[in-house]
């Protein structure tokens, strides 16, 4: 049974990490050149916008680092207190990590675009950057669908008192 769980976990996380892979590396093997633009003749609403998209961009990847923590911290613990019957409820750990990590890929990816953009002081390719901070948001939205089934069989657990408040000796 275990040897099942375990290729289950992988099936799982490699499906999630291929899914992942392609729609980031499809967004930015489009990224073509822009031709650079003089100080003070950009599009001003569109750099605006590019900036206000960078805040959210740097907001979802600084939650997808701390809910990557947080998974691993929960991993840890539930070696020193055991919970019963929740075996299963581990395989949904690599498709959230996965997921988490690929969200943070597309915001680097993101943040290298938009450097990009803006050394060239152009912002006139804004589908390319909102494209991947949608991916970015949707790889995350991913991530806190399995965690939300994992956080609610962890608490069905605490809740039903199955949880032994000390480690084994």
Not at 11 to 24: K, N, P
């Amino acid at each position: 049974m275990r040897a099942v769980r375990i290729l289950l976990l992988i099936g799982c996380s490699l499906t999630a990490a291929i899914y992942s892979h392609v729609r980031v590396l499809r967004l930015t093997s489009q990224f073509g050149d822009v031709p650079k633009i003089e100080a003070g003749r950009e599009d001003q609403p569109a750099k605006s916008a590019f900036d206000r998209m960078s805040k959210e961009n740097e907001t979802l990847a600084n939650f997808a680092v701390i809910l990557l923590s947080a998974v691993a911290a929960l991993v840890i613990s539930t070696k020193v207190h055991k919970i019963s019957h929740v075996s299963w409820a581990y395989l949904l750990f690599g498709p959230a990590g996965t997921f988490l990590f690929y969200s943070a890929y597309a915001g680097w990816a993101f943040q290298a675009r938009h450097a990009f953009l803006t050394l060239r002081n152009n912002f006139t390719d804004f589908a390319s950057v909102n494209d991947l901070l949608l991916a970015q948001l949707d790889l995350f939205r991913f991530a806190l669908v399995f965690l939300a089934v994992v956080a609610a069989v962890f608490l069905v657990q605490i809740v039903g008192d199955r949880v032994s408040p000390t480690a084994p000796p």
